[in-house]
């Protein structure tokens, strides 16, 4: 799958196979906006549509996507999100206390890769996390690269 994002027009994709699913105001997998909360089998991918979060099961991988509204997780959310391989995060404007509550929603999920989308630079992250996350444009993610140890941080920047 590849991860692209638009920040400033607040819009992420994520491509797989099968499906191109935007994420922005609204949820669309290829052509079909989805109505909102919900589980969805589409193109597939299996979703399952929150407020302010999608977790996307697609091309072995597994993603759990926030918004710029989520700065936390529900117990119930937690449990849904176990065994997660990365999260994104938009963060379109984020200031040091959100970038705080991103990393303590990160050490919760545990995510063996992390994607920051929105950052003017990528050292804003540095001193909340302490790991200066790797610029990309676009992310490539499959099963195979994700790391057995360790965490792999990603930004893509705002564009």
Not at 116 to 128: I, M
């Amino acid at each position: 799958m590849n991860i692209n994002c638009k920040a400033k027009k607040g819009t992420c994709t994520i491509k797989t196979r099968t499906a191109a699913i935007q994420l922005d105001n609204e949820i669309k997998v290829n052509d079909l906006v989805l109505p909102g909360a919900g589980e969805y089998e589409i193109a597939d991918s299996f979703l399952e549509v929150g407020q302010g979060f999608v977790h996307i099961h697609a091309d072995e991988v597994t993603v759990a996507y926030f918004d710029e509204t989520r700065n936390e997780v529900t117990e119930k959310e937690l449990e849904m999100l176990e065994n997660v391989d990365a999260v994104l995060f938009k963060v379109i404007g984020a200031d040091k206390e959100k970038l705080e509550k991103i990393n303590k929603m990160i050490k919760l999920i545990d995510p063996r890769v992390v994607v920051l989308a929105g950052l003017e630079s990528a050292e804003e992250f540095k001193g909340v996390e302490g790991q200066t996350p790797e610029e990309v444009e676009t992310l490539k993610l499959t099963q195979s690269m994700l790391p057995d140890e360790d965490r792999l941080v990603y930004s893509i920047p705002a564009k």
